[in-house]
């Protein structure tokens, strides 16, 4: 059925060491700690552009936004944020890495929850929000704690994706992405279940949205690049990804995306790699569009928690 229902673990595998960050995914992480049951806690929501500490507010200009929430405990004073986000950085999570004797490509595509105590205000005000939504209980933030650590531990693979038949808000969706604002917005529908109650804000998230006809299924790794696998399309899955390999120099980065071009616009092509298996995407205008649309903060299924 569409989407393509994003697909749960029952753990998280071990990385491999291949797969190496720039930058260390969660250096300060600790536990969520337990609260008391009494606490008064505000819930922050907290956006700032992508790798706004390297390059400043230069892709909030193209709304290239990540997502996270912050909290802020009455009893002890102390604040603390929460984010979901790749272990190896996006350009991993989206594309692979074609190792010398290995035919199948190789993913560096886990991503996990981070939560650590302190709320960098500077970082997510300069060029973003840090905006209060919500006031929760000791007792509801302790029973999100339970769920985001089953969440973590089941949902382990970045998808940097969303795909749909077109631009028209009604079009079918072929597969929903799974990144920070997922996280986030899964966050607050779980405390809105737990009885929170939103403020009346407009609240924006950013996608990065592919166009295609109905995805066709081509297999997992094995039946494609097996013993008995199928060696041309095999092939043609290596050969679409080369192009999008880290460049040394101008002039490699423009041969490749002349290269990418050929095969996305003109030939109307894109394999995605979704829950460890390839699809081949019919590609069509526009072919690729960054949004940044609201998605409201959400109701709750229970009676409201008096705060």
Not at 17 to 23: E, H, I, K, S
Not at 285 to 300: A, D, F, N, R, S
């Amino acid at each position: 059925r569409w989407p393509v229902p994003y697909r749960r673990f029952d753990y998280r595998p071990k990385t491999d060491p291949y797969c190496q960050a720039r930058y260390t995914f969660c250096p300060t992480g600790s536990a969520i700690p337990v609260m008391k049951e009494e606490d008064v806690i505000e819930v922050y929501r907290l956006q700032a552009p992508v790798w706004e500490f390297k390059y400043g507010d230069l892709l909030g200009h193209l709304k290239i936004m990540h997502d996270a929430v912050g909290f802020k405990s009455s009893l002890t004073g102390k604040n603390y944020t929460m984010e979901w986000y790749e272990l190896f950085q996006l350009g991993n999570c989206t594309f692979p890495h074609l190792r010398p004797g290995m035919d199948a490509p190789f993913w560096c595509n886990q991503g996990a929850a981070c939560f650590y105590e302190g709320i960098d205000d500077a970082h997510w005000k300069e060029n973003g929000t840090l905006v209060l939504v919500t006031i929760i209980s000791g007792t509801m933030f302790n029973e999100m704690a339970k769920w985001v650590k089953h969440d973590n531990d089941t949902g382990i693979y970045y998808e940097t994706w969303t795909v749909q038949a077109s631009p028209d808000k009604q079009s079918v969706v072929w597969f929903d992405s799974y990144e920070c604002s997922k996280f986030i917005l899964r966050t607050y529908q779980k405390l809105a279940d737990l009885g929170a109650v939103f403020k009346k804000i407009q609240t924006n998230y950013t996608s990065i949205i592919l166009f295609s006809g109905e995805p066709v299924y081509l297999g997992n790794e094995t039946s494609i690049f097996g013993p008995l696998g199928n060696k041309t399309l095999a092939a043609a899955i290596r050969d679409f990804y080369y192009p999008f390999k880290p460049h040394r120099t101008v002039g490699e980065f423009f041969v490749d995306l002349l290269k990418i071009v050929d095969h996305v616009i003109l030939n109307h092509q894109f394999y995605l790699f979704y829950n460890l298996e390839y699809w081949l995407l019919p590609m069509k205008l526009p072919y690729l569009k960054i949004i940044y649309e609201e998605v409201p903060l959400p109701t709750g299924s229970k009676t409201s928690f008096d705060v």
